[in-house]
C-alpha cells in the first residue's frame, strides 16, 4: 500500500517531496475519536479529521442512520426526483438556521457552498433587473480561504492562489480582515482595527452599485490560522450590506455546528445573512454533503420560465445523496439529544486552562481560541514576534512530534491547530492539549 501510495496517490497540499521521505499514516480504522493505521498504530484525532468530525467515529446512532438508508437506495437525484433525507434534512437546517433562510441548495463541498452561493448572489440581481446587471463584483476578505475551486479561490485572499492561479480568477474587492496585525517589533499597529473597519465601510459605500455579494467567514477566519475578528465587525458589514441591498454571504463551513461556542456562528451577533454556506460537520464526517442556504426573496427571484434564464443553472450528480443527508440528519438529532452547546462550552474552558501556560512561552507568539477552535502561533522569538525560517518547517515539526506521542493534527504553517470534535470527552481532549504541549516543546528542543 505504501508503495502504491507514493507512485499513485496524488496528495493535496503536500510538499511535492514530502510524502515519499516521511511516512504517512495509512488509516484503516476509526474507533471513537481515535485513528488506527495499517500497522495497529493508535492516534487521538485532534483536529476531527478535517475539522469535520463531531461525534467521533463508529458513533452507532449514524452508522444505523446510514445502513438503514443503504438498505433502501445509496443515491437518487434531485434533478427532477426527491428523497426523504434530503428534504427532511433541508427542514431541519431551516428550523435551526437563522433568520428567514427557508431554501436549501445541495452540493458535495464546502467549496461548491461558497460556489453556489457566488453563482445564485450574482445571478439573483440579473433575475430582479431583468437582463444583465452591473453589479458583478465581490467584497471579500484579505486573508480568507473559501475553498479551491476558481470562484471560491476568486472569493477567497490567501496570495499565494492569486499568485498561481491569477489569470483564471475573477476580479473582487478585498477588504483588509480586521486582525490585530503586529508590526516587526511585535507591537499591534496603533488604530489598525479602526482602519479596517474604516476601509470597509468607504470599499461598500463607493461601490455599492457595482457589489453583487459580501463573502466573510464569520467571526474567525480558520485556515487564515484562525484569526478572531474583533466583537462588532460582522454586526457593522450587516448592517451596511443592508443599508445597499448587497447580499451577506457568510461561509459556516468550518465555524458553523458549535464550533464556536453557538450552532452558528453569525448567532453571536444576531447576524440574519442572505446566503449560509454549510459543508463539514453538516453530515459529522462521515460522507460528503454541503448546503447553501438562502432565502424566499432570493428564490422569488428566480421564479419565472428556465426558457427564459429563470433557473438556476447548477447541479451536482451527488447533490443531495440520501445516505448524506441520513448521516447528517442523525447527526443533528444526536447533537441536540446530547446538549453539545453546552459541552462545547465545557471545552472550551478546559482548552484554556490547558493552553494557558503557553501563554507566556517565548517561542509562542499568540495563543487564538474561539470556542473549539485553536490555533497556537510559534514564533522564532517572542521579542520582536518574528518568525522561524520557513526552512525549519517548524509547524510540521511539532505534528510529527504529537504523531510520535499519538496525537494527531495538522499545522497551518508555523500556527499549530487545534479542532477537537464537539463530542469529545473532556478528559481526552485534555490529553490532547497535553501532548500538545509536550510535541511543541521537543520540537523546539530539537530545533535548539
Ligand atoms: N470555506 C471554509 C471556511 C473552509 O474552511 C473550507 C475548508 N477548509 C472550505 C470553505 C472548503 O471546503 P471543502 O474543503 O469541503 O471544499
Redesign the pocket.
Same mark, same amino acid.
Given at each position: 500500500l505504501r508503495k502504491w501510495d507514493n507512485d499513485h496517490v496524488w496528495h493535496p497540499f503536500a510538499p511535492m517531496q514530502a510524502f515519499r521521505e516521511e511516512k504517512v499514516p495509512i488509516i484503516e480504522r476509526g474507533e471513537g475519536f481515535e485513528l488506527i493505521d495499517i500497522e495497529g498504530n493508535r492516534y487521538i484525532d485532534g483536529i476531527s479529521s478535517?475539522?469535520c468530525n463531531v461525534h467521533g467515529h463508529q458513533v452507532p446512532e449514524v452508522d444505523e442512520a446510514i445502513k438503514e438508508q443503504l438498505a433502501k437506495i445509496g443515491h437518487t437525484t434531485l434533478l427532477g426526483l426527491s428523497s426523504p433525507p434530503s428534504i427532511q434534512l433541508a427542514k431541519a437546517l431551516v428550523d435551526r438556521a437563522p433568520g428567514d433562510l427557508s431554501k436549501v441548495f445541495y452540493s458535495d463541498?464546502?467549496? &461548491?457552498?461558497?460556489e453556489v452561493a457566488i453563482k445564485l448572489a450574482f445571478q439573483y440581481h440579473q433575475q430582479k433587473a431583468g437582463g444583465p446587471e452591473k453589479r458583478t463584483r465581490f467584497v471579500c476578505m484579505s486573508n480568507?480561504?473559501?475553498?479551491? &475551486?476558481v470562484g471560491?479561490v476568486s472569493v477567497g485572499g490567501i496570495s499565494l492562489f492569486h499568485r498561481i492561479y491569477g489569470n483564471l480568477l475573477f476580479e473582487t474587492i478585498q477588504v483588509p480582515t480586521p486582525v490585530a496585525l503586529r508590526t516587526p517589533e511585535g507591537y499591534t499597529r496603533v488604530g489598525y482595527l479602526e482602519h479596517c473597519v474604516a476601509e470597509m465601510e468607504r470599499l461598500i459605500r463607493e461601490n455599492h452599485e457595482d457589489i453583487a455579494g459580501f463573502v466573510i467567514?464569520p467571526l474567525v477566519?480558520?485556515?487564515a490560522g484562525m484569526q478572531i475578528h474583533p466583537t462588532g465587525y460582522l454586526k457593522r458589514v450587516r448592517e451596511l450590506t443592508r443599508e445597499y441591498d448587497i447580499p451577506l454571504i457568510c461561509?459556516?463551513?468550518?465555524?458553523g455546528f458549535g464550533r464556536t461556542g453557538t450552532f452558528f456562528a453569525c448567532e453571536q451577533e444576531e447576524v440574519e445573512p442572505d446566503f449560509l454556506?454549510l459543508?463539514?460537520g453538516i453530515s459529522a464526517g462521515y460522507l460528503?454533503l454541503?448546503a447553501t442556504m438562502t432565502t424566499d426573496k432570493v428564490f422569488n427571484a428566480f421564479l419565472g420560465e428556465p426558457q427564459e434564464g429563470k433557473t438556476f443553472y447548477h447541479g451536482h450528480t451527488y447533490t443531495g445523496n440520501p445516505l448524506a443527508c441520513a448521516a447528517a440528519l442523525a447527526s443533528l438529532e444526536l447533537f441536540e439529544q446530547q446538549n453539545l452547546l453546552e459541552h462545547i462550552g465545557k471545552q472550551t474552558a478546559l482548552i484554556a486552562e490547558k493552553l494557558s501556560p503557553l501563554a507566556e512561552h517565548p517561542h509562542v507568539g499568540e495563543i487564538r481560541q474561539k470556542g473549539i477552535m485553536v490555533g497556537i502561533e510559534l514564533v522564532g522569538s517572542r521579542e520582536g514576534m518574528l518568525a522561524f525560517p520557513t526552512t525549519a518547517r517548524m509547524g510540521h515539526q511539532v505534528t510529527l512530534e504529537a504523531r510520535k506521542r499519538g496525537l494527531m493534527i495538522r499545522p497551518l504553517g508555523d500556527v499549530i491547530i487545534l479542532m477537537p470534535a464537539p463530542a469529545m470527552p473532556l478528559d481526552l481532549l485534555g490529553e490532547v492539549c497535553d501532548i500538545t504541549i509536550e510535541a511543541i516543546q521537543a520540537a523546539l528542543e530539537f530545533h535548539a
Open positions: 478535517l475539522w463541498s464546502g467549496s &461548491t457552498a461558497v480568507a480561504y473559501h475553498g479551491d &475551486t471560491s467567514e477566519q480558520g485556515a461561509d459556516e463551513v468550518a465555524v454556506c459543508a463539514k460528503p454541503a
